[in-house]
């Protein structure tokens, strides 16, 4: 099995370790270090998430891990890291789906050219997405095949009446 391969199949033994919580997994990300293996797990919920659902995921998934290491089949040579949060305001955006559920909202994406693209999501298919970017003449839409996509997140707009930390009191 190529290395590929294995971190496919990791990926999807923890997403099924997530959702088997009740959480949405959103996003897996493996790094390979000299020193350690970072492994980063996004989760969310529709209540939002909170330190304890953290905690028991992290828990979960390093007694994986574990079990998997003391049978002969571990995942990492040497150490490993095990995060897991929320998203945060700020969520990458992994899959289709996560710009198919965001359209309406600012992202940033930058590509594997090295080029950003910053702009209203309008609409995704399979493929690609369609940003609304402010051009030199105005308004302008740019596609994005996912293709060309080396990372994607959402933008934080501050609205008014609204703060960074979430929540707040409208101003009059």
């Known amino acids: 099995m190529t290395d590929g391969e294995r971190m496919k199949k990791l990926r999807g033994a923890l997403k ?8 949405e997994c959103v996003g897996i990300d493996i790094s390979l270090t000299a ?8 989760i969310d919920t529709p209540a939002g998430v909170r330190h304890a659902e953290c905690v028991e995921i992290s828990k979960r998934v390093t007694d994986y891990l574990d079990k ?11 150490r490993y890291l095990v995060e897991v949060s929320s998203p945060g305001l700020e969520r990458p ?8 559920r965001f359209a309406g909202r600012q992202a940033n994406v930058i590509l594997t050219s090295g080029k950003k693209v910053r ?29 060309d996509i ?3 997140n959402l933008l934080f ?6 703060k960074k930390g979430g929540g707040g009191t409208a101003r009059k």
């Open 16 to 23: 099924d370790l997530v959702e088997a919580k009740g959480c």
């Open 35 to 42: 020193h350690a293996s970072v492994l980063r797990i996004y």
């Open 68 to 78: 998997c290491e003391s049978s002969g089949e571990g995942w990492f040579p040497g």
């Open 93 to 100: 955006l992994l899959t289709p789906e996560h710009y198919r």
């Open 119 to 147: 702009g209203l999501i309008v609409s995704c298919d399979d493929s690609s997405v369609s940003f609304e970017v402010e051009g030199s003449a105005g308004p302008e839409t740019v596609r994005v095949s996912f293709e």
């Open 150 to 152: 080396r990372r994607g």
């Open 157 to 162: 707009t501050e609205g008014r009446g609204t």
